[in-house]
């Protein structure tokens, strides 16, 4: 038994459950936590950390008003998934081949 967020095979973990009731405790801890079951002290207090620049960036777009009455839950549920979707990213460019690292390196966008 099982559980891989999202069914996201390629970028989730795949956690093991020895039955039926901890698969159920255990998925709606990874559902709770986006995606993470084991979040460290540190992973939460840099979530927290992370609150204030988060409401200066839209403070500074102008769309902080959107978000002033939200719970505090629902602000590092973004945090998490931007910093869930920059690991994956950083990692699966970490499995590819390394570009030149130059300006024409890059295939051209167009």
């Known amino acids: 038994m099982g559980y ?6 390629d970028r989730q ?3 093991r459950f020895c ?4 698969q159920d405790v255990g998925c709606a801890i990874v559902q709770r936590n986006n995606g993470i079951i084991d979040k460290t002290a540190r992973d939460a207090q840099a979530i927290r950390d992370a609150r204030t620049l988060f409401a200066e960036a839209l403070t500074d777009l102008g ?3 959107p978000f002033f009455h ?5 602000i590092d ?4 998934a931007a910093v869930a979707g920059y690991t994956d990213s950083m990692q699966e460019q970490a499995a ?6 130059t300006i024409l390196g890059d295939p051209i966008p167009f």
Do not use: N
């Open 96 to 101: 590819r081949k390394e570009r030149t690292g």
């Open 70 to 74: 939200r719970r505090a839950e629902d």
């Open 4 to 9: 891989c967020h999202g069914l996201r095979w």
């Open 63 to 65: 769309l902080w008003e």
């Open 13 to 15: 973990p795949f956690h």
């Open 77 to 80: 549920r973004l945090i998490e």
């Open 19 to 22: 039955s039926r009731c901890c």
